[in-house]
């Protein structure tokens, strides 16, 4: 390395070799990230591994019955239609509520460019402070500020006046949509924060001298440059919103299933591990899916922007 | 230059309408929070909104429940065993990711930030199956251990972040001024990353001592962690009780919030 070159020789005559076993932790070397990836091959990677493999065995008290491998459990949960319609519901709450992410999280993002001093710093807080608080916490508070007769939505609806009975909104999709949104919305202005806040300013006024309208400005000018942030934020929400399972357990009531609620309860509740892991292999393997399709829908968005310009 | 007058009333609407959508997102935001702490000072025994008084009885209805100050007990261990590990095999492995000059460092990087993208369920429900195949119970070591997982991205990133900002010519000087190895990283890289370790290591333990989508899969039964017992509360009951130690669960994150904010900068936790 260059430091090695720079250092003048003979600096150090009284112990030549001092700090010499620093030399792997502070050296260009692989040498200390070993401890981490071991840690991750063994507490993350084998558990994975194993999860994969209970859908595809036979398993008697946390235990595979030895030369037990069998299609069987994965081709049944593919056939049963229950499991398919809690897959489109897992989609579309998921789809939805991200969608609706994107469209709070933007103006937000876009507003904090454009704030300065202490406006800029309280904002910010207000971005933050959801994510540093607990999501079973926030949970909560949706169930409080939903929940039926005494809910707080209803009792300052029915106050002002602009319903007289009050609404039924727990234990609905709905519940399920507002608490996803609302408990994820961090993680979509956050991304889109970094690129709007810092974005170059002379393209704007560039476009403006030029004699585009703010909205055309806006459309065509800020939307398009913050593409990237926008589906790193949307692949992001979409994953949380798709395996979160605690949101529609709670604020969907006890009658209400997604896939990943389902896995749980088979993991939990009903104590079947081969049906859970065969779920959560599912569950695991769709989000992907979705994932992937999204991030290459947004890489290829911008390559197709980076040739129009 | 004039300009046609609808257009001007398109800009107008237009920003009418990103200032009304604005202001209602963070409405969304902050509401909740707020409406817990309302709740947790409400003197009657049932939710109302606002609340009909002052009172701390449901602060002090926490503190003489033996069930909910052991939970909180065993989550302020956990998670600070959790924080030790993560920033123990973190630390180093951020090092090697910025500093390191070595084919597949990309790959490394990669697999480091892996557990990011794992529902914090398949990692609960995995290491649950892993150590079943071990006669290995869900106990605070495992809750320990799949929770490290869990978090060790976040100190990687944010060390990650740090590091990369700083000038290698600072450690350069200092080696051509004489220093060994050991005293340039003790005296020269460890207090530039001090701020870095130090909100990652807040960030790490809230986030350790809030989660509930891995803990339901492996923490020790008889000795729940708080958001646990918390999560079976919930389902049952929404006396303001649970609208009290969530109002303290928010005073905790506002405290790590101040530390992040003086170290590294909110608007760092997004990259």
Known sequence: ?309 | MRLASGVVWADRIGMAALAIVTGFSILLLVAPSLIVLAVSIEPRGYISFPPSGFSLRWYEAVFANRQLTDSVLVSLRVAFSVMLVCLALGVPAAFASVRGAFAGKGALNAFLLSPQMMPGMVIGIASLFFGAYFAFRASDAMLILSLSVFCLPFVIRIAMARLAGLDPRLDEASANLGAGKLETFARVTVPQLAPALLAAGAFTFIEAFDNVTVALFTSDVRARPLPVELYYLVQFDSSPVIAAISSLEIGLSFLAMLLIARTVGLDRLGR
Not at chain 1, 12 to 34: E, K, T
Not at chain 1, 176 to 186: E, K, R
Not at chain 1, 243 to 258: A, D, H, V
């Open chain 1, 1 to 309: 390395m260059s430091t090695e070159a720079l250092r003048p020789p003979p600096s150090r005559p009284l112990s030549p070799r001092r700090g010499a076993w620093m030399r792997p932790l502070v050296g260009g070397g692989l040498w200390p990230a070993v401890p981490a990836v071991a840690y991750l091959l063994v507490f993350m990677v084998l558990p994975i591994g194993t999860l994969l493999l209970f859908g595809f065995v036979t398993i008697e008290r946390g235990r595979i019955v030895g030369d037990s491998f069998t299609l069987e459990p994965m081709l049944r949960a593919l056939s049963d239609p229950l499991v398919w319609r809690l897959m489109w519901r897992s989609f579309w709450v998921a789809a939805a509520s991200t969608v609706l992410c994107l469209l709070l999280a933007y103006p937000v993002a876009f507003a904090y460019g454009s704030l300065r001093g202490v406006w800029r710093t309280l904002l910010l807080v207000a971005i933050v402070s959801p994510l540093l608080t607990s999501a079973l916490v926030r949970t909560y508070a949706w169930l409080v500020i939903l929940g039926g007769r005494r809910g707080i939505l209803n009792q300052s609806l029915i106050w002002l006046g602009v319903i007289d009975e009050p609404l039924r909104i727990l234990n609905t999709d709905w519940a399920v949509l507002i608490g996803m949104t609302q408990i994820h919305l961090p993680f979509m202005i956050l991304p889109l924060l970094a690129v709007l806040s810092e974005r170059d300013r002379r393209l704007e006024e560039a476009s403006l001298n030029l004699g585009a309208s703010r909205t055309a400005t806006f459309f065509k000018v800020i939307v398009p440059m913050s593409i990237p942030a926008i589906f790193a934020g949307l692949a992001l929400v979409f994953a949380v919103s798709y395996t979160n399972f605690i949101i529609p357990q709670l604020l969907g009531g006890g009658n209400y299933s997604t896939l990943a609620v389902q896995v749980y309860e088979q993991t939990i509740v009903v104590l079947d591990w081969t049906r859970g892991a065969v779920l959560a292999t599912l569950l695991l393997s769709t989000c992907f899916l979705f994932v992937l399709a999204i991030v290459s829908l947004g890489s290829r968005l911008s390559r197709w922007n980076e040739v129009r310009r």
